[in-house]
């Protein structure tokens, strides 16, 4: 069984840095895709960024040059990197991954239960 578990969400002043994290646990054979999106109170989901197996990266406009995402392949783990932030920031986070594990031998996707972050002014 394949979790994704995220941690890190909070309150942050605007101007400020703060980091997401995403592991992901059980038995997994090979992670693709990864991302994080997130979703504002009355808004859908939008994508934030997006990191593929080769790490070409994309950002959503709203964030580029403010955010980065990266991983570390040993810890099966997924990072947002949030510096700059701004009150419009503010979300629920969820991330993303598109993986081969839990004993399947094709890839699915799995999202984490999602993390609030609250940017104040």
């Known amino acids: 069984q394949v979790q994704l578990v995220e941690s890190g969400g909070g309150l942050v002043q605007v101007g400020g840095s703060h980091q997401l994290s995403c592991a992901a646990s059980g038995t997994i054979r090979s992670i693709h895709n990864m991302g994080w999106y997130r979703q504002a109170p009355g808004k859908e989901r939008e994508l934030v960024a997006h990191?593929?197996?080769?790490?070409?990266?994309n950002y959503a406009d709203s964030v580029k040059g403010r955010f980065t995402i990266s991983r570390d392949n040993a810890k099966n783990t997924l990072y947002l990197q949030m510096n700059s932030l701004k009150v419009e920031d503010t979300a629920v986070y969820y991330c993303?991954?598109?993986?081969?594990?839990?004993?399947?031998?094709?890839?699915?996707?799995?999202w984490g239960q999602g993390t609030q972050v609250t940017v104040s002014s």
């Open positions: 993303t991954m598109t993986l081969i594990g839990g004993g399947l031998t094709y890839a699915l996707a799995y």
């Open positions: 990191l593929i197996s080769t790490g070409s990266t």
